[in-house]
């Protein structure tokens, strides 16, 4: 399959329309919607409905735009990782990041690899640690930072020199915006919002027994669309320190839980990497300055 034909897919996909992404691909329409029938043919199922108003994705054209987006991706990452073999002086290096108010962290190691290897490019995807782990199975990132323990059947991994702590983000004039630290007896009398990750693994481990005193009503991604939420009232948010604009501002507060919680970060990656020369001298540098950190930390 030619990638090219893959990337015209998408661009159809993208405008839902075969005559202006034939004027964006610079090809003519009849061309195109050749390209498309031999796709088709290929697959052996259909992947446009084609309506008056444009082109719409049929089921399987869904599944294929997921992994034409992929394979996509992939092949533009190899193509620029070759190109880099060819100067040392710089080149891409792609990171999954967890939420975390430790980032500062990563940021100075690049700041002063910099000094020496300017043109190295660092691309930051963030999500949660499923997102990017399911990113760094398929070739897409060089090196992720997550939250939780990694599997170490999988991963390579080193310890991040900091870790999240867990608290409670609630509007300022809420009833426990007064406290000084937040019980799970206290929680279980209000609506929590919190990530899914959080709520299958680090919260239910510190309520232990009591886990399903806790009316979790929402769950979130992102720990500022929480603190929207937190606004109106709608919920509690449980998040880690930091993440949450708390300024006087905008009228939240975070209060920690207790005891006292809090989450190991972790770089990990893929047993067997084989990075870029640009890419390993910047994760040998990373490597150092961690473990040096982490014998003074730990």
């Not at 992939?74 to 070759?82: A, P, S, V, Y």
């Not at 603190?227 to 993440?243: D, W």
């Amino acid at each position: 399959m030619d990638i090219k034909l893959l990337k015209n897919f998408l661009q159809i996909a993208r405008i839902g329309n075969m005559t202006k992404a034939s004027q964006m691909l610079y090809i003519s329409q009849s061309a195109l919607s050749k390209q498309m029938k031999e796709l088709e043919e290929e697959f052996g199922c259909n992947l446009f409905i084609r309506q008056k108003e444009g082109m719409v994705l049929t089921e399987e054209g869904y599944i294929l735009r997921k992994r034409a987006e992929d394979i996509v991706s992939l092949f533009e990452k190899t193509k620029q990782d070759f190109e880099d073999l060819e100067k040392i002086t710089g080149g891409d290096i792609h990171v999954g990041a967890a939420e975390t108010c430790h980032m500062d962290i990563f940021a100075r190691e690049l700041l002063a690899f910099r000094k020496d290897y300017p043109n190295l490019r660092c691309h930051i995807i963030s999500g949660m640690t499923e997102q990017v782990t399911q990113m760094l199975d398929h070739g897409l990132l060089d090196i992720a930072i997550i939250s939780g323990q990694p599997n170490i059947e999988k991963y390579n991994h080193i310890r991040y020199p900091a870790e999240d702590q867990w608290g409670a983000v609630v509007a300022k004039g809420h009833p426990l915006s007064e406290a000084k630290r937040i019980t799970i007896n206290e929680l279980k009398n209000y609506n929590l919002m919190m990530s899914t990750q959080g709520l299958s693994e680090e919260i239910r481990k510190w309520c232990g027994q009591y886990a399903d005193l806790l009316n979790v009503s929402d769950t979130v991604n992102l720990a500022y669309n929480g603190s929207v939420f937190v606004k109106e009232k709608v919920a509690v948010l449980l998040s880690y320190k930091g993440l949450a604009n708390t300024s006087d501002e905008n009228n939240l507060c975070w209060i920690p839980l207790y005891p006292k919680l809090t989450t190991p970060l972790y770089v990990i990656w893929r047993k067997y990497q084989v990075f870029t020369p640009i890419v390993d001298l910047f994760f040998k540098q990373l490597l150092a300055s961690f473990e040096n950190a982490n014998t003074k930390n730990y």
